[in-house]
């Protein structure tokens, strides 16, 4: 059994996956729209009616949350650089395992699509570490991973 | 014939057939759907409720956290093909990971779609997957 941690969200560009550095939570939520589509002919064998339902729509974001550092990171994406993808570009996303160098290592894609950063919150409390959560929007489909 | 109590371990949800692993807990909903047809003939302010239909649906939490199990939530989110879940007690046999099901009187089953996941992956805690089914049709 895989552990939390060691389920990350990488945040591509190309070939290239960066990790959101200093994370804590991972949430993947997908949420199907469904449509009552029973009909006059819907009886089951004893002529109770049971309601039938069918998908029209689907949707999903990706929640997190990670701790706020000072400096630089050029191996994964720092709150700076969250706060700089709030607006309406989309960006590209993997939830893959990870290991390896402070468990960066892009293992098993879980699910990969695209989205948009909609909200980032900071909270900043004395004895406590700073941190920030974010959610990101699916935009298009969710894509599953392939298990090797 | 007495009853013997049920421990909650051995009610569990079951998705084509197979009892959904390492699972922590599920919830079997059904609901019948009211409609109050109180009319002017009736007497009294209270309503007169009937039911119109009756709905179901599945909610099971677990710890199926390997990458393939992982996948395989997503992959089924995402199809338009229903799938069979339902509820049974599960008897004990040697190996079988309290996952053979005991025909139970209660066991029932429908075709249902996933309409609703969540993975959650914190840090140092286990992964854990929530899934709900929505009943499409008949319990059986």
């Given amino acids: 059994m895989d552990k939390g941690q060691h389920l990350r969200l990488f945040i591509t560009e190309g070939n290239t996956g960066k990790v959101v550095a200093m994370s804590t939570e991972l949430s993947l939520h997908g949420s199907a729209q469904t449509e009552n589509s029973t009909t006059k002919d819907t009886t089951d064998s004893t002529g109770a009616v049971w309601d039938e339902n069918d998908i029209v729509g689907r949707t999903y974001d990706i929640s997190f949350s990670a701790l706020i550092a000072s400096g630089t990171d050029t191996g994964g994406k720092t709150f700076a650089d969250m706060l700089a993808s709030v607006n309406d570009e989309i960006i590209n996303w993997k939830i893959a395992l990870a290991s390896g160098e402070q468990n960066r290592v892009m293992g098993t894609v879980i699910a990969s699509g695209q989205g948009k950063l909609t909200n980032v919150q900071a909270t900043g409390q004395v004895s406590q570490q700073a941190t920030y959560s974010g959610t990101i929007n699916g935009y298009g489909p969710l894509v599953p991973g392939s298990a090797s | 014939m007495a009853l013997n109590k049920l421990k909650g371990q051995n009610f569990r949800a079951f998705v084509d057939g197979s009892a959904v692993p390492e699972a922590s807990s599920c919830q079997v909903t059904i609901t019948g759907n009211m409609e109050d ?104």
């Fill in chain 2, 37 to 140: 047809a109180k009319t002017k003939d009736s007497e009294g302010s209270f309503g007169q409720e009937q039911m119109t239909s009756r709905s179901w649906s599945v909610q099971v939490d677990s710890y199926e956290a390997t990458a393939a199990a992982l996948i395989a939530v997503v992959q089924q989110f995402v199809s338009d093909e229903k799938v069979t879940v339902g509820w049974d007690e599960t008897k004990v046999v040697a190996g079988s990971q309290n996952r053979t099901p005991n025909n139970a009187a209660f066991a029932r089953s429908g075709q249902a779609i996933l309409n609703d996941f969540t993975i959650q992956a914190n840090n140092r805690t286990n992964i854990q997957v929530t899934r709900q089914y929505m009943g499409s049709g008949a319990l059986a």
